[in-house]
Nanobody, 126 residues
Framework: QVYLVESGGGLAQAGDSLRLSCFAS????????MGWFRQAPGKEQEFVAS???????TSYADSVKERFTISRDNAKNSFLQMNNLRLEDTAVYYCAAQGEGIKFHAPRRRSDFGFWGQGIQVTVSS
């Protein structure tokens, strides 16, 4: 079953911007924090960003701070604005959602998230 659907990926040049969107299925009753992870070829999946239920707490990987911004428009949809893209941002990006948790917390561990999207490719070229 598909619980989260990502969109907005694709090909970009270094320095460009892309905006990823994540839409949650109605099958998910409650969503607390939402996050984004990515996996580059030959590498392990890594944390990118997360946002708390109320949207006030966010957390970012050092590699994307000041360039990426996570947001959510309501309790179930999230977005990742990616600016000043770099070659090393090339990866499959995964949306994640937490079915239960702390309202004001933006977690960073993969194990904190119980729902996942299928992933969307982002390729940055020079």
């Amino acid at each position: 079953q598909v619980y989260l659907v990502e969109s907005g990926g694709g090909l970009a040049q270094a320095g460009d911007s892309l905006r990823l969107s994540c839409f949650a299925s109605e099958r998910i009753d409650d969503i607390f924090a939402m996050g984004w992870f990515r996996q580059a070829p030959g590498k392990e999946q890594e944390f990118v960003a997360s946002i708390s239920l109320d949207g006030h707490a966010t957390s970012y990987a050092d590699s994307v701070k000041e360039r990426f911004t996570i947001s959510r428009d309501n309790a179930k949809n999230s977005f990742l604005q990616m600016n000043n893209l770099r070659l090393e941002d090339t990866a499959v990006y995964y949306c994640a959602a937490q079915g239960e948790g702390i309202k004001f917390h933006a977690p960073r561990r993969r194990s904190d998230f119980g729902f996942w999207g299928q992933g969307i490719q982002v390729t940055v070229s020079s």
